[in-house]
């Protein structure tokens, strides 16, 4: 009886294009995704404009600083803009949520600022107008309304016991109007995908770097945010189905079905947020300011009568084999800077390390309950695909650490190899701010990605097993009762 | 038979109805723990927003105190002379900048535990400096983004989105199951009320789910917090009981108006949920994103940008940004160190540029605000969700006022430094006894005022509810006289 599935599934999908209730409902769906797809698009644009246009200013300003003391330049210092990503189209994920911009200043590892979620007239805690939000929230209720009442509904006009006296199992039945309902799904997230191309080549954007690398990348995590979808949904037909099959009635299949919605989609990302937040709650910011200052107290500063600094010089003077500060032949004061600087990394490694580490591992227990609500870790695999996630938030930001650390760096050894002892009134030349480079990001590859998000996609695959498991038994117990 | 025992019996019926459903009874357990959960985290919340205003207030009190002591020190010779501007404790620029700096806090309100608003966006306290605006208005606390995103389970959400589905489970198949059992057409040809049985049965398991829903929130409220020591706590508590009647009334009301169209009980189901899903996921997406097409946020960028700018414009024509900045008094402040002069005129410069761009940025975002109030509107949920955030003193009328009044402490504040630098003024012990002091209580609302942003949504809810219920009984009753002619 294999060909009874695509005789289901076709009988199926010429009932879904006949039922005008059903078109109305795609048409709408459709509309949907091509707003969302234009909006993110509308939005990636502006973004990516007003970085550019400040990444280009603060070039500018840096450049224009004049004659200047170096370790001044190293205290005005750089920002780092975070680049846009052309995913942020369809997931736009925690960007607005999190600082888009860091200072990157002498003495000083700075958090990301400017949350622009504070310029929204209200928080959108529901979710925000993206092609995310539709396939993560609206796709699965498509797939209840498609699933719901497939066994149900045959069975309450006694067509069900007439289709088995045909000879039709009811596992065959069940394939057939999974696919059926499946390829519809599908056709949506096809459309999705296929509008972002489309949208993409009519603007001729120059977002996209088409050379084979950047593309391989883009398509791979295109691919891989399209099969987390299609699992997704394949779960959520499967659940359906088994709950029409295990229900009596059409109405108590709804009611279960919604129920379980409603919870997946807006009741288990706040249970599960705030229960992980109680159990490991993250410190406050005047409280891990104070932690990395009372680190920071072993070191010197600018204090020279700090013990370490006594011990510093007492070593360096020994070091250059002299007596006098004045008669190194290099700057004191630009490797004092430079010893400073590189034991205020360490701190700095630990205390940031430590942060991010919490915050990642908070994600990855939300994700870890995804077992039972698959939103909770296909949002974590969206994000993280479309490059929206905190992983690749704190990925930016140790590059950005790492480019401070070069401003550092070359601002003390330009110190060290021209201005002399004793004379405080030292400025670097002017052209000296050109060769200090500007930040510049490469984003992570997709190997990297899934090197980090493994676990979530076993949690994805036990969903998936769980609820094809679910529609397994209840069909089989089924046919074991009648 | 007298219209009181009828009431009553129908009232009995529904509630042995209602009692035997398994379904429902698990659906209360979730509501009830909902609520304790949600006060519970909000209780937890405004704890650790207090205790984070507390830990900055101390550590204000420690540098200023560290501070005094060191100026003490200073003149009477116990210690010598700082060797950088930024370590004098008399410098008013560098004091104002940096270790005088003061806080900004806006106090967590009695029913504060109701909603989270828009305060997780915003540090609990915010460290006031002379340094341009967005220095300190952009910092943020730490938070994990993802929280951020998705919100808290809080009171709000509750009443505003599981709520209403409540009241849709229990009562979608009012009118439409008595057809389906064929007892509608009894019920039509009797001489009983139909008017009210069905007004009955609906007040029992309306009510029933709305008294469930605000035992459970009153007991939890009362025994978890302490909202009924103050005033403003009852009066809070009070119009949170109005709002949630109003809403559970609307929703009754449109439960009604969609069972009078005479339709399966299925279709009731869909099209109750249909509307649930219009009024609370899509609609509040949808305001606030048409408010920020049609009013883009400015971007913050642009004043990050503008600050460096000017710093970089003071440095390379200093003369210029002496003439324009600081005029005829620069002759005074002269007398400052190089470092103080460049800080004073960097900070001018950065000021100046800074507030024009503010001036339009708040300009943008309060039209936004504007709109998406109004769009609200359309959507009872959201309204909902305003009145309560509100109540809460969470909601963006109270943060946007005490943004103003930061705002303008920062003028304060910065003129008191600024001044004196520019005067060359050392400070004294007694200047540091009258630096300024934001009062929380200037930028703070009524009483009542919560009440005031919630009322008009209110009574649109209500009169929206009126006309959903007019609408009903009228086609209600076109169906039973349509029933009742002769064929």
Not at chain 1, 40 to 66: F, H, I, N
Not at chain 2, 273 to 292: E, G, K, M, N, R
Not at chain 2, 297 to 325: F, I, M, Q, W
Not at chain 2, 427 to 445: G, I, V
């Amino acid at each position: 009886m294999r060909g009874s599935y695509t005789i289901i599934a076709f009988k199926e999908l010429r009932e879904i294009v006949r039922d005008s209730r059903w078109m109305i409902l795609v048409t709408l769906f459709v509309l949907f995704l091509g707003s969302a797809v234009v909006l993110g698009w509308d939005r990636y644009q502006r973004v990516k404009e007003e970085r550019l246009k400040a990444t280009a200013a603060d070039r500018k300003s840096w450049v224009a600083q004049g004659e200047k003391n170096p370790h001044s330049a190293a205290h005005f210092g750089q920002y780092a803009f975070k680049p846009i990503g052309i995913l942020e189209v369809v997931e736009p994920g925690v960007s607005e949520y999190v600082g888009s911009s860091i200072l990157l200043e002498a003495h000083k590892q700075n958090e990301e600022q400017g949350r622009s979620a504070r310029d929204r007239p209200m928080p959108q805690r529901l979710g925000q107008w993206s092609v995310a939000f539709l396939f993560q929230s609206l796709l699965p209720l498509l797939a209840i309304l498609l699933s719901w009442d497939a066994i149900t509904r045959e069975r309450e006009q006694g067509t069900l016991n007439y289709l088995i006296g045909l000879g039709v199992n009811l596992r065959s039945l069940l394939v057939g109007k999974m696919i059926a309902g499946f390829v519809l799904t599908l056709a949506f997230l096809a459309f999705g995908f296929a509008t972002f191309t489309v949208v993409m080549a009519m603007t001729q954007s120059d977002a996209i770097r088409w050379d084979p690398r950047s593309m391989t990348s883009l398509v791979a995590r295109g691919s891989f945010l399209l099969a987390t979808y299609v699992l997704y949904l394949v779960g959520f037909f499967a659940f359906g189905l088994g709950v029409s099959v295990a229900c009596r009635s059409s109405r108590t299949s709804l009611m279960i079905l919604l129920g379980f919605w409603c919870a997946n989609c807006f009741i288990a990302p706040r249970i599960a947020s705030d229960v992980i937040a109680h159990v490991d709650p993250l410190p406050s910011s005047q409280a891990f300011r104070e932690a990395i200052q009372q680190d920071k107290k072993k070191l010197f500063g600018h204090d020279e009568k700090h013990p370490a600094f006594i011990a510093f010089r007492e070593r360096i003077l020994k070091e250059y084999h002299v007596d006098r500060i004045e008669d190194l032949p290099v700057s004191f004061r630009g490797l004092s800077l430079r010893e400073d600087d590189a034991s205020g990394y360490k701190i700095f490694d630990k205390h940031f390390g430590e942060l991010q580490t919490r915050i990642e591992t908070q994600d990855r227990w939300r994700a870890y309950a995804g077992v039972a609500f698959p939103m909770l870790v296909v949002q974590s695999l969206s994000m993280a695909f479309s490059g929206t996630d905190s992983r690749h938030h704190h990925d930016f930001a140790r590059a950005a650490e790492q480019h401070r650390r070069i401003i550092q760096d070359a601002a003390s050894q330009h110190l060290i190899d021209h201005a002399r002892n004793g004379d405080n009134s030292y400025v670097a030349p002017r052209h000296t701010w050109e060769k200090i480079p500007a930040f510049a990001y490469d984003p992570p590859s997709v190997t990297w990605t899934l090197r980090s998000c493994w676990r979530e996609w076993i949690v994805l695959a036990c969903w998936l097993s769980l609820c094809l498991g679910f529609a397994h038994v209840m069909t089989s117990r089924w046919r074991a009762k009648d | 038979m007298h219209m009181k025992q009828l009431s009553r019996i129908v009232f009995g019926f529904e509630c042995r109805q209602l009692l035997r459903e398994r379904t429902l009874w698990m659906m209360a357990a979730m509501m009830l723990s909902l609520v304790w959960i949600a006060v519970g985290t909000g209780v937890a919340r405004t704890a650790t927003r207090n205790r984070v205003i507390a830990e900055a207030k101390a550590d204000e009190e420690q540098r200023l105190r560290q501070q005094i002591q060191k100026l003490v020190a200073i003149e009477r010779g116990e210690e010598k002379e700082p060797d950088a501007a930024y370590r004098d404790p008399r410098n008013a620029l560098y004091v104002g900048r940096g270790s005088g700096a003061t806080i900004a806090y806006l106090p967590t309100s009695a029913a504060s535990f109701l909603s989270i608003g828009v305060s997780d966006l915003y540090p609990p306290a915010m460290k006031i400096t002379t340094g341009s605006r967005e220095s300190f208005l952009f910092v943020d606390d730490i938070a994990n983004p993802l929280r951020l995103l998705g919100g808290e389970l809080d009171i709000e959400f509750i009443i505003s989105f599981f709520f209403p589905l409540m009241l849709i489970a229990v009562s979608y198949d009012l009118i439409s199951v008595e057809r389906e059992r064929g007892t509608l057409a009894m019920m039509l040809a009797s001489s009983t009320p139909w008017q009210k049985v069905f007004r009955t049965k609906l007040l029992t398991r309306c009510g029933l789910v709305t008294l469930v829903m605000l035992v459970s929130l009153l007991v939890a409220s009362i025994s978890m917090t302490r909202i009924l020591e103050s005033r403003e706590g009852i009066v809070h508590l009070g119009w949170l009981v109005i709002v949630v009647l109003t809403y559970g009334y609307l929703w009754s009301q449109c439960i009604l108006w969609v069972n009078s169209f005479g339709k399966s009980s299925t279709w009731n189901a869909m099209a109750l949920l249909l509307v649930w899903l219009c009024f609370v996921v899509l609609w509040p997406i949808v305001a606030t994103t048409v408010s920020q097409v049609l009013y883009p946020s400015p971007s913050r960028l642009e004043l990050v940008s503008a600050a460096r700018e000017a710093a970089v414009g003071v440095e390379n024509d200093r003369a210029e940004a002496e003439k324009t900045l600081v005029g005829e008094n620069w002759t005074l402040a002269s007398r400052n160190d190089e470092r103080t002069q460049r800080t004073l005129l960097t900070t001018l410069a950065s000021t100046r540029r800074v507030e024009a761009l503010f001036k339009e940025h708040e300009s943008q975002l309060r039209h936004q605000r504007e709109l998406c109030y109004r769009l609200a509107f359309a959507s009872p949920s959201m309204l909902v969700g305003y009145s309560i955030s509100e109540l809460a003193g969470n909601g963006p009328s109270r943060w946007s006022k005490f943004l103003a009044g930061v705002s303008q402490f920062h003028e304060e504040w910065q003129s008191f430094f600024v001044s004196r630098s520019i005067r060359n003024e050392q400070l004294s012990r007694s200047d540091y006894e009258r630096f300024p002091r934001f009062d929380a209580n200037a930028c703070e609302l009524k009483v009542g005022a919560g009440i005031m942003a919630g009322l008009a949504g209110t009574t649109w809810i209500l009169v929206f509810s009126l006309f959903l219920g007019w609408d009903a009984l009228r086609r209600l009753k076109a169906t039973a006289d349509g029933q009742c002619k002769p064929v």
